[in-house]
Nanobody, 124 residues
Framework: HVQLVESGGGSVQAGGSLKLSCTVS???????????MGWFRQAPGREREGVAR????????NYTDSVKGRFTTSKDDAKNALYLQMNSLKVEDTAMYYC????????????????WGQGTQVTV
């Protein structure tokens, strides 16, 4: 069983920055190869969308077009942690943000990710 916990959300003015964190339970995460970590968001009345993902090596990242150049995802395996640095935030970035994980970074479809955190709210 994999447990993920997000933190770092809050309210910020347009143009500001926030850094989200996601910690993953080590008992289920450690020793698993080819693990893909992703960030997703869901605004009221809208479908959940993929924002960013990072592969197991940490060297391959992908972003949805609307956040390219503004958001950066990274991870610290020693801490079993995933991060999302969000800069130049816009009103349209307002949403509940979730981290999730699956084997292999072959898709950004939320339906393909089996383990999810509870989410952290970002309001711009």
């Amino acid at each position: 069983h994999v447990q993920l916990v997000e933190s770092g959300g809050g309210s910020v003015q347009a143009g500001g920055s926030l850094k989200l964190s996601c910690t993953v339970s080590s008992s289920a995460y450690s020793g698993t190869s080819n693990r893909c970590m992703g960030w997703f968001r869901q605004a009221p009345g809208r479908e959940r969308e993929g924002v960013a993902r990072i592969d197991d090596s940490g060297s391959v990242t992908n972003y949805t077009d609307s956040v390219k150049g503004r958001f950066t995802t990274s991870k610290d395996d020693a801490k079993n942690a995933l991060y999302l640095q969000m800069n130049s935030l816009k009103v349209e970035d307002t949403a509940m943000y979730y981290c999730a994980t699956r084997r292999y970074c072959t898709t950004m479809s939320p339906a393909a990710f089996g383990y999810w955190g509870q989410g952290t709210q970002v309001t711009v």
